[in-house]
Antibody, heavy 120, light 109 residues
Framework: EVQLVEFGGGLVQPGRSLRLSCAAS????????MHWVRQAPGKGLEWVSG????????GYADSVKGRFTISRDNDKNSLYLQMNSLRTEDTALYYC?????????????WGQGTLVTVSS | DIQMTQSPSSLSASVGDRVTITCQAS??????LNWYQQKPGKAPKLLIY???NLETGVPSRFSGGGSGTDFTFTISSLQPEDIATYYC???????????FGGGTKVEIK
């Protein structure tokens, strides 16, 4: 059974940093691209970042480019999102999602999300 | 960047009705278009991939069509358990680049 479990969210002040993690199990992690998607309270889905199976190709939404860094450790079956210079508008539920291919495709499995609140 | 315009933003229909949602891309995206269902308090669920392919285990009353810039998502006979928000999504690979539509909230009349 595919499982994606996000953790690392919490309350953080504007300008500070936070690192999210996603632990994956139930599939060959190093065969698939992975993504982070966020959802602000009461709002729609926003893609944040994606990474190919071998970390050779990375993508970011314009809203986080230069502040967030996606990475993965295939030996640990883990996906990460380093978030720096956080802003109040980064407040959201952050989902980890598995891609259906090694570089770009539909998101066939999602975690339950970890909540990030940016507030002073 | 590719923009995805989804309409309507909300709709109310009766059980058994046929429901159609549209999604328009700002440029040709071939068939790189997926549809998701999100129920309140839950993570999104993939329903349709590559514009018209039904994900395994998804009821056949859900369908998708279109290519290029114009896409449709249809529920052939609305059921009470279909109450949710539906999102279209386009994707590019290498590098990964994804855009979601604004969502359509479906309610029972």
């Amino acid at each position: 059974e595919v499982q994606l479990v996000e953790f690392g969210g919490g309350l953080v002040q504007p300008g500070r940093s936070l690192r999210l993690s996603c632990a994956a199990s139930g599939f060959n992690f190093d065969d698939y691209a992975m993504h982070w998607v966020r959802q602000a309270p009461g709002k729609g889905l926003e893609w944040v970042s994606g990474i190919s199976w071998n970390s050779g190709s990375l993508g970011y939404a314009d809203s986080v480019k230069g502040r967030f860094t996606i990475s993965r450790d295939n030996d640990k079956n883990s996906l990460y999102l380093q978030m720096n210079s956080l802003r109040t508008e980064d407040t959201a539920l952050y989902y980890c999602a598995k891609d259906g291919s090694d570089s770009g495709g539909p998101f066939d499995y999602w975690g339950q999300g970890t909540l990030v609140t940016v507030s002073s | 960047d590719i923009q995805m315009t989804q309409s309507p933003s909300s709709l109310s229909a009766s059980v058994g009705d046929r429901v159609t949602i549209t999604c328009q891309a700002s440029q040709d995206i071939s068939n790189y278009l997926n549809w998701y269902q999100q129920k309140p308090g839950k993570a999104p669920k993939l329903l349709i991939y590559d514009a018209s392919n039904l994900e395994t285990g998804v009821p056949s009353r859900f369908s998708g069509g279109g290519s290029g810039t114009d896409f449709t998502f249809t529920i052939s006979s609305l059921q009470p358990e279909d109450i949710a928000t539906y999102y279209c999504q386009q994707y590019d690979d290498l590098p990964p680049r994804v855009t979601f539509g604004g969502g359509t909230k479906v309610e029972i009349k």
